[in-house]
């Protein structure tokens, strides 16, 4: 399990309210619940290799 959360890159191993949540055989750890939720809405932008798709996004709630 990564460090960093999958959305803001935030150190999650010491946020203190990390989430560990499952997507098939990846195990993910959230910095908060709100990176959850986001994650859940677009989980194949966050788990895509093409970083641009995840630019994209971030420009979008700008």
């Known amino acids: 399990m990564a ?3 999958p959305v803001c890159g935030e150190n999650s191993r010491e946020a203190p309210g990390a ?3 499952s997507q ?3 195990k993910l750890r959230f910095c ?3 990176c959850l939720r986001i ?3 677009f989980p ?3 788990l895509s290799e093409n970083i ?3 630019d994209i996004l971030e ?3 700008a």
Request: charged share 40%; with cysteine.
């Open 24 to 26: 098939g055989e990846k």
């Open 59 to 61: 420009d979008s709630r």
């Open 32 to 34: 908060s619940l709100t």
């Open 39 to 41: 994650f859940q809405q």
């Open 3 to 5: 460090d960093k959360c």
């Open 19 to 21: 989430i560990d949540f």
């Open 52 to 54: 641009d798709e995840v």
């Open 44 to 46: 194949e932008v966050y």
